[in-house]
Each structure stands twice: as structure tokens, then as C-alpha cells.
């Protein structure tokens, strides 16, 4: 056990490291053997140690869940699946005032089901459905929040990575968590869905439905002489209308046998994304996929993914140290010494992942703080299912925040206009933030939202 200056040091290195700007993983390993070698002064310990941990968390299968799931996502998308689900939410949703900027959210949250990144939703609709809302006639911060903030549903429903982090962290199931993640996500669709119709309503001009709007339209391919526009529900045929149709019926397949076969206990976790995997490969086969976007899709994520298994092993390290250092037992009777109480402490936290989020991106604030919060939760007697769902709320909130919002970078760098500018596109996200934090209080003090899938 160390001393509580050795203690201090070790989560202040940890912080000057991350906002130096040295990457997460390596603040994180050197930190954790700092740790070690205040214990022991012994660098063959910690030598060992980190070879031990190595070791075990590596040759853990659930580690494979990550690129599998990834690359289930990534084939789906290569081969336009994100295309075909925005096309079908635009059909079925015509009736909706803001039709457009609604099926952007509905798509997003089906495409959820598939990525589990909100990254990769974000460059997708940012290239699909953005050029569409300008063509005709939405206000460009309109269109532009509507992009970022309903690409946040990618972390919130299952497969999240951001979940599937928080259970190698914390040693919860898998499974469940997927399961507490469906409402909640559902719920933030909804609420949404809602912003964008009351909006429509209210002010018609964010939706192109004035006079001046349909002038106004970007010239990204829109008719909007004499004040007419083209039907965006007739510029498909019904062909392909229908081709999409039973392609998305697979995609939903796809994604109800490989989500419900690990909910059913039927296969574990990573059996279950490697079933993913191959069917998404089996899909984009079928509609077209070449060899040489196969390879290309296999190593994008190897890329992607092998950083972040990296980045798990150092967590697991970082976590331990904490534990055998005496941190989070001394960070639990620093808090309980405060006289906040459960709420207050939650809080707490809460203010936390927000001031986080809005400088380290959404892994790294999980690799940071969870390993601390997560026993304190418990204690006390946060559900852990429903403490993990507000937490990974709390911290989707960072990637719509200012000045970091890596979902807002993510759609400034896709989106096919130069001249869209990062402060349209926080402005127009703002709504969805709120819409995300409404629902962080509601599973607070509604714990049930998040635990009653898990517990049927």
C-alpha cells in the first residue's frame, strides 16, 4: 500500500502524460509501472508484472469481439448498406415534417446495430445524407447537427466498442450490457425523431419548406427553380426500391441472429461476432463487393483495432496498480468523506466525464476514470448495468462537445463542402446533446430503463 502522496502521483503523472499530448496507452503503461515500482523498487518485478498481465489479458478470447464486430461494420458499410437503410428511413418516414434530417436519425440508429462506432456513422451520412438535406433546401447547421449528433447512437447501441471496453474494464457480461444499451438508444432515437419534427413545425425554414430555403439550397445537385423540388421519394424506382428492401431484411437478419444468439446464450460474445463477421462478408459478397475492397476493409481494421487492444492491455494494467496501490479504495473514502451522498457523488462524476469530453476522446476517458468510479458506484449501490449506461451517455456527450468533439472533427473532415465550418456544426449538435443528457438523468433516477432487457 502506498503512501497517499505516492498515490497522488501516480493519477497526476497519468493526467500530464494524456494532456501532454503523449497517447493514452503509453501514459497509461508507464504510469502503471511507476506504480509498481514505488511498491517494490524492484524493475525485475515490475518487468514481470507487465509480462504477466500481457499475458493473461491477450490470450483473453473477448479481446477478438473488438475487430470482429468492426469488421462486421465495415463490410456492411463498404458495400452501401448505409446508403440503403438512409434511402428506406426517407421512404417510410415522407409523412414526417423534416423527413430527411428523421431518416438520418433512423438510419443512424439501425447502423448502430451494425458499426457499434459512431466514427464510422459519421463519415458515412455525413457523405450520404448531408448532400441530400442541402439539395433540398435544409439550413446547413440544421443538416449538419442532425448528421453529428445521431452518429453519437453508434456508442450507445449494441455492438458498442465503448461497451464492450467498459466489460474488459470492469468484468461485466458482455451480453447484458448489449441488452441494457437497446432502450436507452431507442429512447435517444426517439427523442431525436421528436426535436426534428417540433422543429420542422415550428420553424419550416430549417427544413426547406419556405420560399427563401428552396433559393437558398446548396447546389449539390437541386432543382429548385420557381420555387419547386424534386420529390426525394420518387428518385428511386421501385426496383431498386425493391432491392434495397431485401437487402436491408438480410442486414436485419444479420444483425438479429448475431445480437440474439449472444443475448440467448447461445454462442459467446466473440463466437457470436465472428458469426457476424463472416455473414457481413457473405452479404457484401452478394451485392457486389470487390477482392481488392475485401483486403482493404481487413486491414483498416487491423488499424483501427490493434491500437485499441493495446490500449485495453495498458487499462487492465493501469487498473490493477490502482487497486493494489490502495487508489480507489482511498478515492471511495475521499468521496463518502464529503457528505454528498450517492446522488451527489454521481454528480460528481458525471461533471467529470462532461470536462473530459471535452478534451480526450471518449475510449480514453473510459481508460481513465472507470477503473475509479466503477468499484465506487457499486458500493454505493448503483446498479452496475444502469451506472455503465449513464457513464457511457455521460462520455458520448464529449464527442458533441466543444473544443474537442471528435464527432464534429469527424464530420467537418467528410462532409463534401469546404465551406461548412466546425461552429455550424456544434451549434446545429447542441439540440442532440441535450437530448442525450435527458436521458442520462432519466436512466439516473429510473434505473429500470437500462436494467429490464437484462433481467427478463
Sequence with gaps: MLGHFDMIAIVVVVLLLVFSGVH???SLGITAALGIYLMTSDVEVVRTF???????????????????????????????????????????SKWLPGRL?????????????????????????????????????????????????????????????????WCVLTELSIGKLFLAGVIP???????????????????????????????????????????????????????????????TL???????????????????????????????LILAVIKGIKPREVWQVVLDVGRTSGPLLLLLFCAQLYSRVLSMTGFTEAAKSFLLATGAGAWGILVIMVAIWFVLGCLIDSISIILLTVPIFAPIAIHLGFDPLAFAIIGILAIETGLLTPPFGILVFTVKAAVPDPSVTLAEIFRGSIPYWIVLLVIVVAVAVFPQIATFLPNL
Design 24 to 26: 493514452i496507452a503509453i
Design 50 to 92: 507487465v509480462a504477466n498481465t500481457a499475458y493473461e489479458a491477450l490470450r483473453d478470447y473477448v479481446f477478438a469481439v473488438i475487430p470482429l464486430f468492426m469488421l462486421m461494420g465495415d463490410f456492411l458499410a463498404k458495400c452501401g448498406a448505409a446508403r440503403d437503410l438512409y434511402t428506406l428511413a426517407n421512404r417510410a
Design 185 to 247: 438508444g431507442l429512447l435517444a432515437a426517439g427523442g431525436m425523431v421528436v426535436y426534428v419534427v417540433v422543429a420542422a413545425k415550428l420553424n419550416p425554414e430549417l427544413v426547406g419548406e419556405t420560399l427563401a430555403s428552396r433559393r437558398g439550397a446548396s447546389a449539390l445537385g437541386a432543382d429548385v427553380s420557381a420555387g419547386r423540388l424534386p420529390n426525394p421519394v420518387a428518385d428511386v424506382d421501385e426496383a431498386t426500391m425493391r432491392a434495397m428492401l431485401y437487402s
Design 250 to 280: 438480410l442486414v436485419v437478419a444479420l444483425i438479429i441472429g448475431t445480437l440474439g444468439s449472444i443475448w440467448l446464450g447461445l454462442c459467446t460474445p466473440t463466437e457470436g461476432a465472428g458469426i457476424g463477421a463472416i455473414g457481413s
Design 101 to 165: 434530417a428523421a431518416a438520418t436519425i433512423l438510419a443512424n440508429a439501425l447502423f448502430g446495430f451494425v458499426t457499434g462506432v459512431s466514427i464510422a456513422a459519421a463519415a458515412a451520412f455525413s457523405r450520404i445524407a448531408y448532400p441530400e438535406m442541402r439539395r433540398y433546401g435544409y439550413r446547413r447547421d440544421f443538416a449538419l447537427g442532425s448528421v453529428a449528433g445521431s452518429a453519437c447512437l453508434g456508442m450507445l447501441i449494441p455492438p458498442s466498442v465503448l461497451m464492450i471496453v
